[in-house]
């Protein structure tokens, strides 16, 4: 039976500082751990604090990277991916010998080995043999029925940029399960050129979980400044989204509408602007929409925080024309 090098402490410690630093992207502990290996990172630090000499952890990180393919994807497939430092692993891994070892879990019958394949290549594996990655994951979803293996599937459909997926995605986007519903956002992306993607993000953006209505309006928002496809039911879904409770979500709508030049937007992009926190998605979005009736709180804003580059950009797009005097 395959085991981790380092003690329960060990990982414990990482889990720990994963739920407290980085809950909504909790991986994120074990990749800069073992990805990066940063001996001043939070990691390490926090792993020096538990008793761990650096010598140690840099062992330990050596002997998890050394460990068996088949061990890796053992401890990966008895382990929750959210926390996994086998996956990390075989996610950097640029190497053959995983990514043969991600395709033949491509077409495994169980869809935890099938949702581990997705993860895999989704990253590094996939990056660095691309055309075949991309082969596999297609493959998958055109029979695909599990929740959790669709949506390790969304996300890759996003990571590795596969076409034509609108249809999956929408289905995808119809889970009960809100974090599979979150997946089919991501996935999406700001894919505007497509009906059944915008008709999907659109009623993503209204979704109950705050996540999911971040990432749905991001797509839109997203979009619109990749490719201009502004369109009244983009802009009639970023409107409602403007004075959302979730920060966010209504600062990219704010951004979205003021792309789509809506002069809705100026109300409570005023607002924003006179608000003691300051988000630079507020200074995009008058730059953006660049309209003098912005002027006024941008001066105001100018003073209070002076020589701020974006805030003189802001400024100066929003600074009133003689036609507007």
Known sequence: MAQYPFDQKFRDTIISLCEAENEEYPWIGWDNLITYSDPNGEE???LIKAGYSSETIQAQIKAVKELPISDLIELALQDDFDYCPALEVLQASKGRDVLEAALKLTLSDVA??????ALVLM???GMTFKDEAVAAVKAMIATEKDDSASRAMAYAVRHLGIENCSEFLANVAQSLNA????????GLGGRLDDDLAVKTLITLS???DDDIRNWATFGLHNGLEQQPYIRDDIREALFANIDDDHEETRYEALEGLAICKDPRVLEPLIAALELDELWNSALYAAIAIAHSALYPALVKLNERIPGDELI?????????KPADQ
Do not use: N, V
Request: negative net charge.
């Open 179 to 186: 974090s599979t519903r979150s997946a089919a956002a991501y």
């Open 112 to 117: 935890l080995e099938r949702e581990l394949a």
């Open 44 to 46: 390490f630090q926090a």
């Open 123 to 125: 990253r590094e594996p």
């Open 312 to 320: 003189e950009e802001a400024l100066q797009a929003c600074t009133p």
């Open 206 to 208: 209204q979704d109950s």
